[in-house]
């Protein structure tokens, strides 16, 4: 068995998947009215700001959450099933909470929607999968404490900073583009620009992947090993300071695997052993899942590991038997050509059967969108 390692998290991964086949989850318990009024306690794990109608507006997510319940359990308080979101209004009295920091907020429920047609998008799976039980709207902080995260409200503060830079130096419509790029922020892209990257099957370059961990990590680790840093050293460096960027980012689905695999991928020449693509993403997959089950029906879950899947197992069968690897510009066109085509072949039915859809000319657009990507994102580094 050339790769015990990944045929055992391959296993895992097929017993996961026929469980949930086997065993589908309950329905969503609803514990509180809709449009109810409640007060809860929790942490907060994530914030940014969203523009809408109503203006600006401050979204919070709370995990470990307490629901305010005088007379029921200890100290009046219930423990909910899953974390929370609240939108406070932005106004001149509002202290934005510092991550970590545990508030009490209160809000009007409100649960996610189920989708009533086919290829609609199902809010209520959606955020199910990410562990998120309701919202409040019309929320209001009522206390907070004075402790917090120094770790994840540091990277906070840096990524509002990189976020005002884009503003200042950049167009409106530039500026969220280039924030969804580098930092992982779509809240301010506007529908047009969503359904643009949607409809021409380039999406993926708005998660932070792959390529943005190869391109920072890597070339990070070698500026370091230029400098005469022992190698250790830099690997240690490149693979915490590639960590704090994914948490900056959301550490998604996506940015955990290139993390993962990226730290794999400098552990094996610190063993000299040979990295294996296929075992890093099988033990990748088998993480998360070991976390939480249902991103095997999460979108960008499939679409990620799919796309690494097609280039590690189907480029050599796609690839003509006369086509080499030489540095002839034809030649390099047709290994990229080939490259594409097998993350299309994988990519193909996993869009049809999540989004009833696939524009089949997006593995031709990819060979110019991918390598203009690396110059975009330096255009963005340098900018900040």
């Not at 609803?30 to 109608?53: A, M, N, P, W």
């Not at 934005?96 to 920091?101: D, W």
């Not at 609609?120 to 199910?128: E, I, S, W």
């Not at 997959?285 to 939480?292: D, G, K, T």
Request: proline share 3%; charged share 15%.
């Amino acid at each position: 068995m050339r790769r015990p390692l990944c045929c055992v998290c391959v296993a895992f991964v097929a017993t996961v998947f026929l469980y949930l086949q086997c065993n589908p989850l309950p329905g969503v318990v609803q514990d509180c009215t809709e449009g109810e009024r409640i007060t809860l306690f929790g942490e907060v794990c994530k914030k940014e700001y969203q523009s809408g109608y109503q203006g600006k507006t401050l979204v919070i997510r709370l995990e470990n959450v307490q629901r305010w319940c005088p007379g029921m359990g200890q100290d009046g308080q219930q423990a909910v099933r899953g974390d929370v979101i609240c939108y406070v209004g932005v106004d001149t009295d509002l202290v934005e909470p510092k991550a970590g920091s545990s508030i009490a907020v209160e809000g009007e429920v409100s649960y996610f929607g189920e989708a009533r047609n086919p290829g609609a998008f199902d809010a209520q799976a959606y955020y199910r999968i990410l562990g998120v039980d309701f919202r409040l709207y019309k929320a209001e902080i009522r206390t907070q404490s004075s402790r917090y995260s120094v770790y994840h409200e540091s990277l906070y503060q840096l990524r509002r900073h990189f976020e005002e830079i884009f503003d200042r130096v950049l167009a409106p419509k530039d500026a969220s583009i280039m924030k969804a790029v580098l930092l992982g922020s779509k809240s301010e892209l506007d529908a047009q620009s969503r359904q643009l990257f949607q409809k021409s099957g380039i999406a993926h370059i708005l998660a932070i992947s792959g390529l943005h961990i190869t391109m920072l990590g890597m070339g990070l680790y070698k500026l370091l090993g230029r400098s005469g840093i022992p190698q250790a050293v830099c690997a240690v460096v490149s693979v915490g300071l590639m960590i704090a960027y994914g948490d900056m980012v959301g550490m998604s689905s996506s940015a955990y695997r290139a993390v993962f695999m990226f730290g794999m991928q400098l552990a094996a020449q610190m063993l000299r052993r040979t990295y294996d693509m296929l075992t890093a993403l099988a033990l990748a997959a088998m993480l998360i899942l070991l976390e939480q089950p249902l991103y095997l029906y999460h979108a960008g879950f499939l679409l990620s590991f799919g796309a690494i899947l097609g280039a590690g197992c189907l480029s050599d069968v796609v690839k003509p038997q006369t086509c080499g690897r030489g540095k002839h510009l034809t030649q390099r066109a047709a290994l990229s050509l080939c490259g594409s085509l097998s993350i299309f072949l994988v990519h193909f039915p996993i869009m049809l059967c999540v989004y009833y859809e696939f524009p089949v000319y997006s593995f031709l657009l990819n060979l110019v969108v991918i390598p203009a990507m690396s110059f975009l994102m330096a255009a963005g580094l340098l900018c900040l």
